[in-house]
Antibody, heavy 117, light 110 residues
Framework: QVQLVQSGAEVKKPGASVKVSCKAS????????IHWVRQAPGQGLDWMGW????????NYAQKFQGRVTMTRDTSISTAYLELSRLRSDDTAVFYC????????????WGQGTLVTV | QSALTQPASVSGSPGQSITISCTGT?????????VSWYQQRPGKAPKLMIH???NRPSGVSNRFSGSKSGNTASLTISGLQAEDEADYYC??????????FGTGTKVTVL
């Protein structure tokens, strides 16, 4: 069965960086884009960007450009989100999600990683 | 890219039908048939309920249906049940291979 398992909670100081991992299993990792979504406490979902695990190509939401880096390691079927220059308003749960067969929906999600700044 | 607009809350009695709207622009909802809907229960990851405006993934109840007219997409829940109480978010593909989420709607079953 498809699973996306994310790394554990993090506590960071303002100005620091955080790297969150998302390990995929149950499907061919390089066949489906991975997206990242942020959710601040009590707030809505905020799309951050995607990575193509096959090529490493990325596309970031404008509001995160310059601070976000998405990478992957195909040898261990894992995607990474790195957010730099953390601010207190970056305190949030970060989710990874894979696209589905129709390419434009997110059919499986990780359990979320809480980052506290 | 501004968030898609959803009502903050919608409520209904068991057995009733409710509809959640999701209003975007001609650059997102109005231009693409790639609207999805997600259900999120407290402390849980979102769950896909509808994709490509009106397609229901396997395992999702047929009480959930989606539609679109112009720049507004809609999610209808018929035969409302207590288990439907959750937050619901729409999302749309937009220009330049980006996505935008809706502001979210809290559904309360009275």
């Amino acid at each position: 069965q498809v699973q996306l398992v994310q790394s554990g909670a993090e506590v960071k100081k303002p100005g620091a960086s955080v790297k969150v991992s998302c390990k995929a299993s149950g499907y061919t990792f390089i066949d489906y884009y991975i997206h990242w979504v942020r959710q601040a406490p009590g707030q809505g979902l905020d799309w951050m960007g995607w990575i193509n695990p096959n090529t490493g190509g990325t596309n970031y939401a404008q509001k995160f450009q310059g601070r976000v880096t998405m990478t992957r390691d195909t040898s261990i079927s894992t995607a990474y989100l790195e957010l730099s220059r953390l601010r207190s308003d970056d305190t949030a749960v970060f989710y990874c999600a894979k696209v589905g067969s129709s390419w434009y929906e997110f059919d499986y999600w990780g359990q979320g990683t809480l980052v506290t700044v | 890219q501004s968030a898609l607009t959803q009502p903050a809350s919608v409520s209904g009695s068991p057995g009733q039908s409710i509809t959640i709207s999701c209003t975007g622009t001609s650059s997102d909802v109005g231009d693409y048939n790639y609207v999805s809907w997600y259900q999120q229960r407290p402390g849980k990851a979102p769950k896909l309920m509808i994709h490509d405006v009106s397609n229901r993934p396997s395992g999702v109840s047929n009480r959930f249906s989606g539609s679109k007219s112009g720049n507004t997409a809609s999610l209808t829940i018929s035969g409302l049940q207590a288990e439907d109480e959750a937050d619901y978010y729409c999302t749309s593909y937009a220009s330049s291979s980006t996505y935008v989420f809706g502001t979210g709607t809290k559904v309360t079953v009275l």
